[in-house]
Antibody
Framework: EEQLVESGGGLVQPGGSLRLSCVAS????????MNWVRQAPGKGLEWVSYITGSSDTISYADPVKGRFTISRDNAKNSMYLQMNSLRDEDTAVYYC??????????????????WGQGTTVTVSS | SYEVTQPLSVSVALGQTARITCGGN??????VHWYQQKPGQTPVVLIY???NRPSGIPERFSGSNSGNTAILTISRAQAGDEADYYCQVWDSNTWVFGGGTKLTVL
């Protein structure tokens, strides 16, 4: 079964830091691009960050640019999100989600077709 | 930055057809993807690249994209279709989600 499991969420004070992890299983992790997507309480989905399988392309949403860093370790089938200078508005459930698959030099997109169950980040004093 | 606009809510009678729109400037030039999220659950991709259904998604769900509007059509609506629906596009190396549409089946 293809699966993603997030961890690392918790309660942190404004200005603090957290590191989220996402561990993949059941598929060849290193050929897939990956995302972090968040959802604030009662709100819609908000894309946070994207990374290709080889980490050669990385992008961030404007609200987190300069504060969050995405990375991955393909040997550990894992992706990470280092979150610094956290703000109240970063409070959300954070999901990791699978993106396009690389086959040779081509990319194929079937939607964000595998999601983790989410990890909750609460920024509050 | 590119923006996509969805209605906050759509209502449909049981067994009828619901249409959820996703508006954006010349959105026809982009691939539009649609997700369903039921309360307390993670999102599920319903439609990718405008009109393609992943395996396991009923044929009642279909998508189209023309001009400045993409549409998710839900035929023969069921009570179980009550959920939030999101469109998604890729623009300038970023993903953009619509604000979401709450579908109510009457």
């Amino acid at each position: 079964e293809e699966q993603l499991v997030e961890s690392g969420g918790g309660l942190v004070q404004p200005g603090g830091s957290l590191r989220l992890s996402c561990v993949a299983s059941g598929f060849t992790f290193n050929i897939y691009s990956m995302n972090w997507v968040r959802q604030a309480p009662g709100k819609g989905l908000e894309w946070v960050s994207y990374i290709t399988g080889s980490s050669d392309t990385i992008s961030y949403a404007d609200p987190v640019k300069g504060r969050f860093t995405i990375s991955r370790d393909n040997a550990k089938n894992s992706m990470y999100l280092q979150m610094n200078s956290l703000r109240d508005e970063d409070t959300a459930v954070y999901y990791c989600a699978r993106d396009e698959v690389a086959v040779g030099d081509k990319y194929y997109y079937y939607g964000m077709d595998v999601w983790g169950q989410g990890t909750t980040v609460t920024v509050s004093s | 930055s590119y923006e996509v606009t969805q209605p906050l809510s759509v209502s449909v009678a049981l067994g009828q057809t619901a249409r959820i729109t996703c508006g954006g400037n010349n959105i026809v030039s982009k691939n539009v993807h649609w997700y369903q999220q039921k309360p307390g659950q993670t999102p599920v991709v319903l439609i990718y690249r405008d009109s393609n259904r992943p395996s396991g998604i009923p044929e009642r769900f279909s998508g189209s994209n023309s001009g400045n509007t993409a549409i998710l059509t839900i035929s023969r609506a069921q009570a179980g279709d009550e959920a939030d629906y999101y469109c998604q596009v890729w623009d300038s190396n970023t993903w953009v989600f619509g604000g979401g549409t709450k579908l109510t089946v009457l």
